[in-house]
C-alpha cells in the first residue's frame, strides 16, 4: 500500500479527477467524500507542515501560508498517509494569510479531497489583534468597519466560502487564542456573582474580541452577517484544559464553575453570550496533553468524563465539545543501563500511545453524549513549540503569550530542556506530540510515523520514511538564476577586458619612449666600466690589485667609477680598522704568554728578550708577523661563508646538479686556499677580503642573500685566474648580475599570484629565499624556486611540518587512553573490568589493536601527502641540490615508511581479534565476563606488538636528528672539549633533557587520564547514539538510540548527536595536543625558580646586606681587585662618579661612596684625616634605584668568584684584568655582545613607564634629608621620560 501510494504521488495528475480516477485503480481503499457525514463530529489530526528548524510564529506577527503551493510537496506527502492511514476525515489548519489569493489554497484542498480527507476547521488568527491591544496599552479593540481587525475577519469569512474549498466541506471554524486557565481558575468563587474572573484585564480583553467576532457572524435585528458561510457553521471556543492545575483545592469543582459561567449569558448571571441565541451552535474545543506515565499521574479518561458531565448540565439541550489531544512519543531508557532514568524518543512504531486517548474517548462520549469529535493535537514534530500549547494563551504580558523555553533551541528536538507540568506530577514534551517525527536530510524534509493501525479505522500496514523536497518559487529561483548569470557574465568580459589592454599602456610607453630617442637606448644598453686601485693606508697591504664595476644601469664609465670608489673606500676604512684590532688582540696574546706564571728560568729570559723586543716593535710599528697573521684571521673569517658553500656544493654524490657547469676541483680548492691562506700574501687577501665587503655594500639588499653572493664572488674569481695566481689582480663586479633578483622584486613580490615580467614570462613573485637558493643550485640567472602555500595548502605545511611533534602527542594520548580503561573515571562499562596494564582484557585488547590500525593509517596519509606535497613545493628545483630538495634517500625513506604502514596495517587488521564487552561485565567480571583471548594472550596481540616494536625502530631512525640539516662553521670537537664541552658532558646533558621531556610528557598523560578523558565520560557514538558504527572493533555493547534504525541515521536527531559527541571528543583530541604548551610553562616556572636560588638570583638587588669596601680587608674590596685588578679604587671613582652625574645620589653621597673605599671623589684631591676613616656602606640608605645598581653589581662579583673558568681557560690577573700591570686592550674582542652590568630593564612595565608624570616629581628634594637651598631635585622616576623637571 505504501508503495501504491508513493507511486500516485510520484505521477501527480494535473487534475483532482484524474487524481482521483487514478487512485481508485491504484489504491481500492483509498478514502472517498462521498458518503461521508457532514458537519459534527469528526475525527481529524491538527494539520501544520513544520519544517525542521522553522521558528514558532509571534503572535503579533502575519501568519504563513503552510496550505499555499510553496509547501505542495509537503502535502503529496503528507496527506496521503493521514486519509489512509490515520483515517482521518478532519484537518484542523492554522490560520492562513486572509491578504493573499485563494486560489493559492486550491491545489491543497483538492490534495485533500484525492486522500479522502473530507473535511476542514479553519482558524482566524485573532491572537494577532490580541497581541496589538497589549503593544497599545489598550484594553478594547478597534471594531469599527474600517480597522484592521474588522477587515482581516471579513476577509477571512470570505476565504472559507463553499466554492473556494475545492469541495472540501468546513465542519467548523475557530481561533488560535485560549484563556488562561492557570491564572483565571484560582479567581473563580462559589458562584459567577461571587468570582472575580471578569475584573481580570486580559479576560476582558480576551471576552471583547470574541464578543466582537460573534457580532459581526450573528448579528442583532436584521443585519446581514458579514461571513455568511461561518453563520452557519458551529464555532469551536479553544480552551487549553492542560493548563489546570490540579494540585489547587477544589479544581474541578471550580472548573465547573468557570465551564458553567462561560456558557451563562450576562442576563442570567454569566459571564458570555457566546453560546446564547443564534450562537446555539457553539462548542468548546477543548485541549489535553498526556504525560508519560499517564495511568499513575493524569487519567485523561476520568478528566474527561468529568468535564463532559459538567457542560452537559449548562443548558437545556446540553453544551457540546470537540477534544484534541497530545500525546508525546517519548519512553524511559532500558537498553542502556546508564541512561535508566533517562527519557529518549521512542523510535519504534507504537500504535497504542495514541489508540488509547480515542478509546477513552469513545467510553466518555457514549455515556455522556456531550462530546463532538476527536482530533490529535499534531501531525508532525514541532522542533520550536516548547512548552506551547495548541493555541496561544490570553495572557498580560507578548511574553507570556510567547510561552518561550529558554532551555531549547529551534534546531534541537528537546527533552529536558522544554517540558511542563500537568496533573499532579506528570511531565508533557510538546515538541514529540506528532504523529509522525520529523528529520532533515541534506535538501530533502523527511517524516517517519509512529504508528502502525490505523488510528480511526481498521488494520495496517507498516510505513517507512517519506521524504519530499521543498517547492521553491518559481519566480524567485528564475530571478536569482538571472541575476548569477549576469554576474558570470560581467566577469567573464571583466577578465576579458583586463587580458586584451593589460599590456597596451607599459606597451605604447615603451614605443613611444624608442621612437622619440631609440639611439640613447641603444647606447644605455652598453655596460659602463670603470675602476679602482686597492691603495689601502698599509703599506704591507698594497699590492696594485684594482676593482672594476661595470652596469648597464649606470650612464657612463665615470659615473661606474665614482660609484665603486666611493663604496670600496668606505669599505676598505672598515677592513684595515677590523685588521688592526685583530693585531692588538694578537700582541694581548704575546703578553700573556710573557707575563703567564710559573715559566722556567729559560723561557724568563726569552720573555724579557719577547718583551724587550715588544716595546721596540711598539715604537717602529707593526711587525709584518702580526699583521700577516691578523690578515690571515681576517681573511678567513670573512670568507669562511664562501668556502662552506664551496665545499657544499662540491659535496654532492652524484656529480654537477642540472644546469651546474661548475669545476668541483677548483671549488674544493678555493676552499683550500681560505682555510690555509698561510702561504698567501697579505695584499692578495686583503683585496679579496674587499671584494666580498664591496660586493655586499653594492648589492644592498642582497647581503641577504649570502649564498648568491658566494656564487658571484666565486664567478669572479674564476674571471680573475682562481685563487693561486698570487701576482696582482683584476676583479670585475657585473652590477646587472648583482642586482639581478632585486629588479623582479621591484615589480612583483607578491608570491600567490602570477605577473607578466619584463622578459614576457607570467612568473610568481620572488622573495629572498629565492635569490639565495638560485646561488645555491647555481643557477645563472635568478628564478623561482619555491611555492609558498596558500589557503588549504598552509593547513597542510604546518600539519606536515609538526607531524612528529604531533604524533608523540597523540601516542602520549593513546598512552592516556590505556591507562584510562582501566582507571574507573569513566563508566563502568569502559573503564572497569578491563585488566591490568600488563595483563590487557576486554577494551584494552582491542585498543592495542585498533589503535595500531589507526596508527597505520594516519601514518600511510602522512607520508603519501608528504611526498606530493613536498614534490609540489619543490617542483622548481627538482634536479638541482640545494637544502630541503627531496633526494633518492629521502624518497626511498619515505616511501619504505608509506609501504610498512599500508601493509603493516592490513596484516595487524587481517590477524586482529576483536571482542565485545558485555553489559553484564561492567559489574562483574566473573562467569561470561571472562574474556576469551586470555587464553592465548600473546597469540592475540603479538602481531599488533611486532607492529609497535618496528613503529618505535621506524620512528626513531627517520626522526632522531642529532644535528641540524645545514649549518656549517661548528667548532670541532677538539675545541668543544677544551671549553668544556666534550662529548661525555653532551651526553649528560641530552640525558637531563631527555628525562625532563618524559617528565613533562608523563604529566601530560597523567592530566588527559584525570581531567580531559573523564569529561567525555558515558559520550560515545555506539552508548549514546546507537550508532554501531565500528562493529566489535571498540568492544563496546550495542545499544538502541536515534541512530539505530536505518531510515533514520541522515536525520536530524541523530546527525546533531554524532556530531555533538564528535566535537566533543575533538575539544578532547585537541586539549591533549595543547596542554603540553601549559605544562612546559608550569615545569620551566618550577625548574627556573630552583635554577634561580641554585644561582642566587634571589639576593641578586638585596640592598639590606652591607658592601665592605676597606682596601685589603673588606670581602667586597677583594673581590673588585681580583676582577678589576690593582687600579679598582679608579674605576669605582668613576662608578660614584656616573651615579652621580645621573642625580641617583647626591653630593654628600656620593662623597661618602668615595671615601668608604679609601679614596676622594675627585682624582687629584688629598683626603683628610677624617675622610681617611672607612666604613661600610649601608645601601638602604641610599636612593632606591641607586641602592638597586650596587647590590646587583656587588652580588654579580661573588657570583663571578664561585663559578670558575671551564678547563683550559686561565684568569691571569696581570693581564687579563682592566687596571692590570700587562693589560692591552687587544684583550677586549673585537666583536662583543651587550652584557647587562646592572638594572637592566627587559619588559618595563605600564608603572614604571608611567612614573614621574605627576606633579610632585617636579618638587625639590633633599636626597640628604636636610633642606635647604640648592637642593638638587628628586631623581628622575622610571625611565626617566617623564621627569616634569
Known amino acids: 500500500a505504501a508503495q501504491r ?34 458537519g459534527l463530529p469528526i475525527k481529524g489530526v491538527r494539520y501544520v507542515p513544520h519544517l525542521v528548524g522553522e521558528p514558532y510564529p509571534h503572535p503579533q506577527s502575519a501568519p504563513l501560508d503552510y496550505y499555499s503551493d510553496v509547501y505542495a510537496n509537503l502535502h503529496r506527502r503528507d496527506l496521503p498517509l493521514i486519509g489512509q492511514y490515520v483515517a482521518a476525515d478532519t484537518l484542523g489548519l492554522r ?126 435585528g436584521s443585519n446581514s452577517s458579514v461571513a455568511p458561510a461561518l453563520a452557519v457553521k458551529p464555532f469551536l471556543i ?47 474545543l477543548f485541549s489535553f496533553a498526556e504525560p508519560l506515565d499517564q495511568d499513575t499521574t493524569y487519567h485523561f479518561k476520568d478528566q474527561l468524563m468529568n468535564v463532559s458531565t459538567a457542560i452537559s448540565k449548562h443548558s437545556p439541550s446540553g453544551i457540546k465539545a470537540v477534544v484534541m489531544v497530545g500525546t508525546q512519543a517519548l519512553k524511559r531508557g532500558t537498553s542502556n543501563p546508564i541512561n535508566s532514568v533517562n527519557l529518549v524518543e521512542d523510535m519504534g512504531i507504537t500504535s497504542k500511545r495514541y489508540l488509547d486517548p480515542y478509546h477513552d474517548y469513545k467510553i466518555v462520549s457514549q455515556a455522556t453524549s456531550s462530546l463532538d469529535g476527536f482530533m490529535y493535537d499534531e501531525w508532525m514534530d514541532d522542533w520550536d513549540r516548547g512548552t506551547r500549547g495548541p493555541f496561544f494563551l490570553a495572557t498580560d504580558t507578548i511574553d507570556k503569550m510567547l510561552d518561550k523555553c529558554d532551555g531549547g533551541s529551534r534546531f534541537t528536538h528537546d527533552i529536558d530542556g522544554c517540558s511542563r507540568i500537568v496533573g499532579n506530577t506528570g511531565s508533557v514534551y510538546p515538541e514529540f506530540f506528532g504523529l509522525v517525527g520529523a528529520s532533515s536530510q541534506l535538501m530533502q524534509h523527511c517524516i517517519y510515523p509512529r504508528f502502525g493501525f490505523s488510528l480511526f479505522g481498521e488494520g495496517g500496514a507498516e510505513i517507512s520514511m517519506t521524504c519530499a523536497y521543498m517547492k521553491p518559487s518559481t519566480f524567485w529561483v528564475l530571478l536569482a538564476l538571472v541575476l548569477l548569470a549576469g554576474v558570470c557574465l560581467a ?134 708577523a702580526d699583521l700577516t697573521k691578523a690578515m690571515q684571521v681576517v681573511h678567513r673569517r670573512i670568507l669562511e661563508g664562501f668556502a662552506a658553500w664551496c665545499l657544499y656544493v662540491s659535496g654532492t654524490m652524484f656529480g654537477a646538479p642540472r644546469g651546474c657547469r661548475l669545476d668541483f676541483e677548483a671549488l674544493r680548492e678555493m676552499a683550500r686556499q681560505i682555510e690555509e691562506n698561510q702561504e698567501r700574501p697579505s695584499d692578495r687577501l686583503f683585496v679579496e677580503a674587499l671584494l666580498l665587503r664591496v660586493m655586499e655594500s653594492l648589492g644592498e639588499q642582497m647581503l641577504q642573500c649570502p649564498e648568491r653572493l658566494s656564487y658571484l664572488l666565486f664567478q669572479i674569481f674564476q674571471e680573475a685566474g682562481g685563487l693561486l695566481d698570487l701576482g696582482p689582480a683584476n676583479f670585475t663586479i657585473d652590477m646587472d648580475k648583482l642586482h639581478d633578483g632585486l629588479v623582479q622584486m621591484n ?21 629572498f629565499d629565492d635569490i639565495n637558493e638560485s646561488g645555491i643550485q647555481c643557477r645563472d640567472s635568478v628564478a623561482k624556486t619555491f611555492r609558498e602555500p596558500a589557503s588549504l595548502m598552509v593547513v597542510i605545511d604546518f600539519v606536515l611540518s609538526y607531524r612528529v611533534a604531533i604524533m608523540i602527542k597523540l601516542y602520549c594520548f593513546a598512552v592516556a587512553g590505556y591507562i584510562y580503561l582501566g582507571s574507573h573515571q569513566g563508566d563502568d562499562i569502559t573503564t572497569t573490568h578491563n585488566g591490568s596494564l600488563w595483563e590487557p582484557k576486554w577494551l584494552r585488547i582491542n585498543f592495542i589493536q585498533y589503535i595500531a590500525l589507526m596508527d597505520a593509517a594516519v601514518w600511510a596519509c602522512l607520508e603519501c601527502l608528504l611526498i606530493v606535497y613536498v614534490a609540489w613545493q619543490r617542483w622548481p628545483s627538482l634536479g638541482y641540490r ?42 562483574s567480571d566473573a562467569g561470561i565476563c571472562a574474556d576469551p583471548r586470555l587464553d592465548n594472550l600473546w597469540g592475540t596481540l603479538q602481531y599488533a606488538l611486532f607492529y609497535w616494536a618496528c613503529r618505535i625502530i621506524i620512528f626513531l631512525l627517520m626522526n632522531a636528528k642529532r644535528v641540524p640539516i645545514f649549518l656549517y662553521g661548528t667548532p670541532d670537537s677538539k675545541v668543544r672539549t677544551e671549553s668544556g664541552r666534550g662529548w661525555c658532558a653532551n651526553q649528560w646533558q641530552n640525558i637531563r633533557v631527555n628525562i625532563a621531556w618524559l617528565s613533562m610528557l608523563g604529566l601530560c598523560v597523567l592530566i588527559e587520564v584525570l581531567l580531559l578523558l573523564p569529561t567525555m565520560k558515558g559520550l560515545d557514538w555506539s552508548t549514546t547514539c ?84 676597606r682596601e685589603h680587608q673588606g670581602r667586597e674590596a677583594k673581590l673588585f681587585e681580583r676582577t678589576f685588578g690593582p687600579g679598582w679604587q679608579h674605576i669605582w671613582r668613576v662608578m660614584v662618579q656616573s651615579l652621580y652625574s645621573e642625580s641617583l645620589v647626591s653630593p654628600k653621597q656620593a662623597e661618602h661612596l668615595a671615601q668608604a673605599a679609601g679614596i676622594s671623589l675627585e682624582a687629584d684631591a688629598p683626603l683628610t684625616h677624617r675622610e681617611k676613616k672607612q666604613k661600610q656602606i649601608h645601601l638602604t640608605r641610599f636612593p632606591h ?62 608603572e614604571f613607564l608611567r612614573a614621574g608624570a605627576d606633579p610632585e616629581d617636579a618638587k625639590n628634594g633633599s636626597p640628604d634629608d636636610q633642606p635647604g637651598l640648592g637642593d638638587l631635585t628628586v631623581p628622575p622616576q622610571g625611565d626617566g621620560v617623564n621627569t616634569n623637571l
Open 882 to 923: 640545494s637544502p630541503g630538495i627531496p633526494s633518492l634517500k629521502w624518497l626511498v625513506e619515505h616511501a619504505f615508511n608509506v609501504c610498512f604502514s599500508a601493509f603493516g596495517g592490513l596484516w595487524v587488521y587481517h590477524e586482529s581479534s576483536f571482542k565485545k564487552k558485555p553489559w553484564a561485565c561492567a559489574q
Open 95 to 220: 490560520a492562513w494569510p486572509t491578504d493573499t489569493p485563494a486560489h493559492e489554497r486550491a491545489q491543497f484542498f483538492q490534495e485533500m479531497r484525492g486522500a479522502g480527507v473530507c473535511k476542514v476547521i479553519p482558524t482566524f488568527h485573532v491572537s494577532k489583534y490580541y497581541a496589538d491591544m497589549l503593544l497599545d496599552g489598550s484594553s478594547q479593540p478597534s471594531t469599527d468597519p474600517s480597522s484592521a481587525f474588522a477587515v482581516a475577519f471579513q476577509r477571512f469569512g470570505a476565504t472559507v466560502k463553499e466554492e473556494l474549498l475545492g469541495g472540501v466541506q468546513m465542519a467548523a471554524w475557530t481561533v488560535d487564542l485560549s484563556l488562561d486557565l492557570h491564572e483565571l481558575l484560582p479567581l473563580v468563587g462559589s458562584d459567577c456573582g461571587f468570582s472575580k474572573v471578569i475584573e481580570d484585564k486580559s479576560f476582558s480583553m480576551y471576552m471583547q474580541l470574541l464578543h466582537a467576532i460573534q457580532g459581526w457572524v450573528h448579528p442583532l
Open 1185 to 1246: 634605584l641607586a641602592a638597586e645598581r650596587l647590590a646587583f653589581f656587588f652580588q654579580s662579583l661573588k657570583w663571578i668568584e664561585k663559578n670558575r673558568p671551564a678547563k683550559g681557560i686561565n684568569f691571569e690577573p696581570t693581564t687579563d684584568t682592566l687596571t692590570g700591570v700587562h693589560f692591552d686592550p687587544g684583550s677586549i674582542p673585537s666583536l662583543t655582545q651587550i652584557i647587562p652590568a646592572y638594572n637592566e630593564v627587559v619588559i618595563p612595565s605600564v
Open 238 to 284: 479553544p480552551l487549553d484544559l492542560s493548563r489546570v492545575s490540579w494540585t489547587e483545592p477544589f479544581h474541578q469543582k471550580k472548573l465547573d464553575t468557570f465551564l458553567r459561567c462561560m456558557s451563562t449569558s450576562r442576563t442570567a448571571g454569566g459571564w458570555s453570550s457566546l453560546f446564547a441565541g443564534d450562537a446555539a451552535g457553539t462548542r468548546w
Open 491 to 624: 566577469q567573464v568580459m571583466r577578465l576579458m577586458l583586463q587580458w586584451c589592454f593589460r599590456d597596451k599602456p607599459q606597451a605604447e610607453k615603451h614605443k613611444k619612449k624608442s621612437g622619440s630617442d631609440s639611439s640613447e637606448t641603444q647606447e644605455a644598453k652598453v655596460p659602463q666600466l670603470g675602476y679602482i686601485t686597492v691603495r689601502p693606508q698599509e703599506i704591507f697591504l698594497c699590492g696594485d690589485h684594482t676593482l672594476e664595476l661595470q652596469s648597464t644601469v649606470l650612464s657612463s664609465g665615470h659615473e661606474a667609477g665614482w660609484w665603486l670608489c666611493q663604496h670600496a673606500t668606505a669599505q676598505m676604512s672598515i677592513l684595515e680598522k677590523q685588521v688592526k684590532a685583530e693585531v692588538s688582540a694578537i700582541r694581548a696574546l704575546h703578553l700573556r704568554r710573557v707575563h703567564a706564571p710559573n715559566k722556567d728560568v729559560d723561557n724568563a729570559a726569552g720573555s724579557e728578550e719577547d718583551a724587550s723586543q715588544e716595546g721596540q716593535d711598539s715604537e717602529a710599528g707593526v711587525e709584518e
Open 747 to 767: 615589480i612583483h613580490t607578491n608570491p600567490y599570484t602570477r605577473q607578466k615580467m619584463p622578459s614576457g614570462k607570467w612568473e610568481f613573485g620572488l622573495n
Open 1026 to 1109: 546507537g550508532l554501531n558504527l565500528f562493529g566489535e572493533v571498540t568492544g563496546l555493547p550495542s545499544t538502541r538510540g536515534v541512530c539505530t534504525d536505518t531510515d533514520l541515521q541522515l536525520g536530524f536527531g541523530c546527525v546533531s548527536c554524532v556530531s555533538g559527541i564528535f566535537m566533543g571528543w575533538l575539544v578532547v583530541v585537541l586539549g591533549a595536543l595543547v596542554d603540553i604548551y601549559f605544562v612546559f610553562y608550569f615545569a620551566s616556572a618550577v625548574v627556573g625558580s630552583f635554577m634561580g636560588h641554585q644561582r642566587e638570583l634571589n639576593d641578586l638587588k638585596n640592598t639590606s646586606l652591607p658592601v665592605d669596601l
Open 5 to 38: 501510494i508513493a507511486a500516485a504521488i510520484q505521477q501527480q495528475p494535473t487534475s483532482a479527477e484524474e487524481r482521483r480516477l487514478e487512485a481508485s485503480t491504484a489504491a481500492p481503499t483509498l478514502g472517498r467524500c462521498q458518503g461521508v457525514p457532514q
